[in-house]
């Protein structure tokens, strides 16, 4: 039974010291929890797409993303593995839309849908006024502090529905 002990005492000590935490690329900075509420009209807005770009368009920018469920809430992923958000200030980027066609069933069925699409391209249904998926026109800021978690709601304002052409 003592046999035992020592290799278990080393296993356990070997489990403590290494860490169980993820790997992260070199040169990522720490992250913080980040949940961005998103709300239209006096309504969450769920599937709001988010990408947050550095304020200082010279800093290295970690691809930081997410997208809003059914409260509005969208908690930001780094890498889109990686939970939190590094400390900085941000612009924020979000868009919605649903692309409205007939998903093609058979190969047949797909060719004569991209011959239509030529000249009759599906439509797209936005939900947020374009400016707000464009770094250099968003309005909406964010600071992330380099400690504890942050939390913060966006008012993207009244309804908003724009029905057009998507480009192929």
Known sequence: MK???????????????????????????PLYPTKLTFIQAGKPLPGVRVTLFFEDENQKNWPISGISDSNGVAVLKTQAIYNGVPAGRYVVCVEKNELNYTQPVTPAEAEVLKERFKTNPPMVTEFIPPQFAKRSESPLKLEVAPKGSTKQEFDLGEAYKLEKPESI
């Open 3 to 29: 046999h035992y002990i020592i290799p278990g005492c080393l296993m356990i000590c070997t489990l403590l010291f290494s860490g169980c935490g993820e790997r992260r690329p070199d040169g990522m900075p």
